[in-house]
């Protein structure tokens, strides 16, 4: 069983940054897929990035490229989503999700494990 905790959310100006986390405990394994989600209020989640556990294989929306970046830390099970360029839109709660493939899926229910949540808020 994996759990996932996320936080780094807050209230930010209009092109501002802010660095996300997602702390990992139980077993993660390197044929796993890390990937962060937002849902802004009265929308669907949807996908944001992600980069597979085991090597540098990472794919963005293409809202955020060029603007967010995904890491990970192995030694401390964290992935983080450093977020720069913050616009309005960019207002959502943040979620983070595993799945046990190496296979990167865009929709939610393809993910298996996932975090609480972080509110991220962006001011015009």
């Known amino acids: 069983q994996v759990q996932l905790v996320e936080s780094g959310g807050g209230l930010v100006q209009a092109g501002g940054s802010l660095r996300l986390s997602c702390a990992a405990s139980g077993r993660i394994f390197s044929t796993y897929t890390m990937v962060w989600f937002r849902q802004a209020p009265g929308k669907d989640r949807e996908f944001v990035a992600a980069?597979?556990?085991?090597?540098?294989?990472?794919d963005y929306a293409d809202s955020v490229k060029g603007r967010f970046t995904i890491s990970r830390d192995n030694t401390k099970n964290t992935v983080y989503l450093q977020m720069n360029s913050l616009k309005p839109e960019d207002t959502a709660v943040y979620y983070c999700?595993?799945?046990?493939?190496?296979?990167?899926?865009?929709?939610?229910?393809?993910?298996?494990?996932w975090g609480q949540g972080t509110q991220v808020t962006v001011s015009s």
């Open positions: 980069r597979r556990w085991s090597d540098d294989n990472i």
């Open positions: 999700a595993a799945r046990k493939n190496t296979v990167v899926a865009v929709t939610p229910q393809n993910y298996d494990y």
